[in-house]
């Protein structure tokens, strides 16, 4: 396990990376693809996730990463909402609510893990930070 140097070395900016992709990926399917509100504002949570591990990564300050990481972790819950309502309208079937909502809950999971390891350190040398769950 190296050290975490850059955010985009977290796994769970990764994983959240990918998340973004596949909401995009089947919000540019029929119906979905035509509600623009509802289609822009799970696409916007689904960035929100990377977005603010970014952002609180780069402050350089385990109290704000954690804040951020907060934020990111709401945003999780908030892509697993609107999977369901995406479901419950017909915008997308079983098997895809169930990959996607599996993977925001997943990320959710880290990211929980990832605050309450920040809890424990009084400050974060990046240059030697490192986490099992994030690489």
Known sequence: MGAIEKFEDLKVWQ?????????YSAARMG????????????????VSITSNIAEGFERKSNKAFQSFLAIAKGSA???RSQLYAAL???YIDDDKFHQLSAQATEIGKMLSG??????T???RQLSTFKLS???
Do not use: P
């Not at 119906?31 to 689904?46: E, H, L, M």
């Not at 990832?114 to 809890?119: A, M, R, V």
């Open 121 to 123: 350190k009084s400050s």
């Open 77 to 79: 819950g908030e892509v």
């Open 15 to 23: 994983l959240g990376r990918q998340l973004t992709a596949n909401i």
């Open 31 to 46: 119906d979905f693809a035509r509600d623009y509100g509802f289609r822009d504002q799970i696409c916007r949570a689904s």
């Open 133 to 135: 769950t994030c690489n």
């Open 88 to 90: 419950d309208i017909g």
């Open 114 to 119: 990832l605050i309450g390891y920040l809890e």
